[in-house]
């Protein structure tokens, strides 16, 4: 639905993304996470044909981003970084505006602003002021825009920026009830919010594309090693060392309490069986023992720590790069 194709934007010297590809398959939520300044809102006004790319192509549902724009246009909802309102307006009027700048005719006007107002729960607030809202209604007015021309393609940057923990959780059961019948980019800064709403992360940094893969799948691949950590209650003064002399067993340290220690061992290894034996052998009673993931925090500070990006890890950006 979405085919990024080597975008190179550049601002006077600065290059703000450099041979950014991906795709985003019809129904599917992409994720698009990076650092500040990292080059997610330059893509996505790309993709919303604001602006154009100086190097490579851009395809939206089957329509070329610089060729046939309007088409574009027509088939994607943006919901910007700051959402595009009229804060005198109340949010009827409004959307009614926004209705007739779209181009839809106006006898669909009315169900459709009854439609999005429904989807996004704005039915309290549809006669107040925008200026009068809190920022999470705002942010739904700022969706029900990008909703209204009922487009296949949603563009999203940072929709839950700024909210608190109840709107960001409203907001994203919100977007994820939209997923199958839309397709959906969404940047984001919060870790957490890409794994719980989307299928697929691309990471971007420096204006480079260095991960796309599900958010399992990125934390599984840049695993060195297997974590797991062991909980007793009542540890042995020497059980350190012991630990350390399995079999597999890379490292051992104690912490974050006395009875707790965190166990590192090679790729492959899994002891946990070995480690339940040697407790209940001991008699040193088995309060906890679980594998440690590495979450996708971990992997994007991984990723995008130095200063030059790492070639992507994904095999088939790597194809086409
Ligand atoms: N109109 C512009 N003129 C000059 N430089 C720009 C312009 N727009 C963006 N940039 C630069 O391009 C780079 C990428 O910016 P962009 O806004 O795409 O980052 P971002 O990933 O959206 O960051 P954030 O998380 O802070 O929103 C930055 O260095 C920014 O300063
Ligand atoms: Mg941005």
């Known amino acids: 639905m979405i085919n990024v194709e080597n975008i190179t934007k ?6 703000a993304i450099e041979k950014v590809t991906f795709t985003v398959k019809k129904g599917e939520i992409l994720g698009f996470l990076g650092p500040n300044g990292a080059g997610k809102t330059t893509t996505m006004r790309i993709l919303t044909c604001f602006t154009s790319p100086n190097e490579g192509t851009v395809q939206v549902a089957g329509f070329d981003c610089f060729e046939q724009a309007l088409e574009v246009k027509k088939r994607i909802g943006y919901l910007p970084e700051t959402p595009p309102l009229y804060h005198e307006l109340t949010v009827m009027e409004y959307l009614l505006f926004v209705g007739r700048l779209k181009g839809l005719p106006s006898w669909r006007i009315p169900s459709r602003m009854d439609s999005v107002i429904e989807q996004v729960g704005l039915g309290e607030v549809r006669r107040r002021i925008i200026g009068h809202l809190s920022r999470g209604f705002r942010q739904r007015v700022g969706l029900a825009q990008a909703l209204l ?31 199958g019948s839309h397709t959906i980019l969404l940047s984001t800064h919060i870790l957490t ?24 799948r990125l934390s599984a691949r840049l695993r060195q090693s297997e974590k797991m950590s062991l909980t007793v209650k009542a540890p042995p003064p020497d059980w350190i060392e012991r630990l350390r002399a399995f079999p597999g067993v890379m490292s051992v340290f104690q912490g974050p309490s006395i009875e707790t220690c965190l166990i590192e061992c090679k790729l492959g290894h899994d002891i946990r069986e070995d480690l339940a034996r040697f407790v209940v052998n001991q008699g040193i009673g088995l309060l906890e023992l679980k594998t440690v993931s590495m979450s996708l925090e971990d992997v994007f500070l991984h990723l995008t720590q130095h200063d030059e990006p790492p070639p992507p890890t994904d095999p088939l950006t790597q194809e086409i790069l």
Request: aromatic fraction near 2%; hydrophobic fraction near 40%.
């Open 10 to 15: 550049r601002y006077r010297t600065l290059t």
């Open 149 to 179: 021309h009922d487009p296949p393609v949603l563009i999203l940057d940072e929709p839950t920026v700024g909210l608190d923990p109840k709107q960001i959780i409203e907001i994203r059961e919100l977007i994820q009830s939209l997923v």
């Open 193 to 216: 919010e890409a794994t719980a709403i989307c299928q697929r992360v691309t990471i971007i940094h420096k204006g480079r594309i260095v991960a796309v893969d599900s958010p399992e």
